[in-house]
């Protein structure tokens, strides 16, 4: 089993260009979490779907973030345009809603840099 | 208010000691609770899901106080190799998972 793969492990750019973040998750799992982690904020879930549908954004910091998920094996999180407070470990993460346990798969993360 | 709070530590203890973490939760109607363990620049892991009645897992027990919505972690013996932060988790019927902040154990030789 591949677990939740994300790429890229490492992006740089500079203020103002496009980033985007791709993760493909477990197959069969129908969650998907996105999470952001700065050692001030700790881990802050941004979106997250379930069956592909967004289920609840509210942790989008503005209108320059968005995620889709057009299928079940694929997820983008997209800055546009991206500011140097946007500097974070992204996480990607996926779970089956099975029963009362709902474990979380993570990705290695995606460490973004904005200059 | 977060809607989970954990002391961020860090914890210093020598190999061998008992170390408990804490962690309060603000939805009285949260239904799952998880440790997860996280090592310097990587993912998160579970630990071990936390249940009403408590459980244990070799040197670590898990309580849930719903009543006073209130999650503890007791590591026994501790080793070198547990040093990492430790991440409280949260959920409700909808799947959404919270994480706290963390508290960081360093266990010392």
């Known amino acids: 089993d591949a677990g939740v793969i994300q790429s890229p492990r490492h992006e740089v750019t500079e203020m103002g260009q496009e980033v985007t973040l791709r993760c493909k998750p477990i197959s069969g799992h129908d969650y998907l979490f996105w999470y952001r982690q700065t050692m001030m904020r700790g881990l802050e879930l941004l979106i997250y779907?379930?069956?592909?549908?967004?289920?609840?954004d509210s942790g989008m910091p503005e209108d320059r973030f968005s995620a889709k998920m057009p299928n079940a094996s694929f997820s983008t999180l997209k800055i546009q345009p991206s500011e140097p407070r946007d500097s974070a470990v992204y996480f990607c993460?996926?779970?089956?809603?099975?029963?009362?346990?709902?474990?979380?798969?993570f990705g290695s993360g995606t460490q973004l840099s904005v200059l | 208010r977060k809607e989970v709070e954990q002391d961020p530590g860090p914890f210093n203890v020598p190999e061998g000691a008992t170390v408990a973490f804490n962690c309060t939760y603000s939805n009285s109607a949260s239904q799952s609770f998880f440790w997860y363990r996280q090592d310097c620049r990587k993912e998160p892991k579970l630990l071990m899901s936390?249940?009403?009645s408590g459980n244990e897992d070799g040197r670590f027990t898990a309580q849930l106080n719903r009543a006073s919505q209130y999650i503890s972690l007791l590591i026994r013996d501790s080793k070198l190799s547990d040093s990492a932060t430790y991440l409280c988790?949260?959920?409700?019927?909808?799947?959404?998972?919270?994480f706290g902040q963390g508290t960081t154990l360093q266990v010392k030789p």
């Open positions: 993460a996926s779970s089956f809603l099975g029963g009362e346990l709902k474990k979380l798969f």
């Open positions: 988790v949260v959920s409700g019927n909808t799947g959404k998972l919270i």
């Open positions: 936390v249940y009403s």
């Open positions: 779907f379930n069956n592909n549908v967004p289920i609840d």
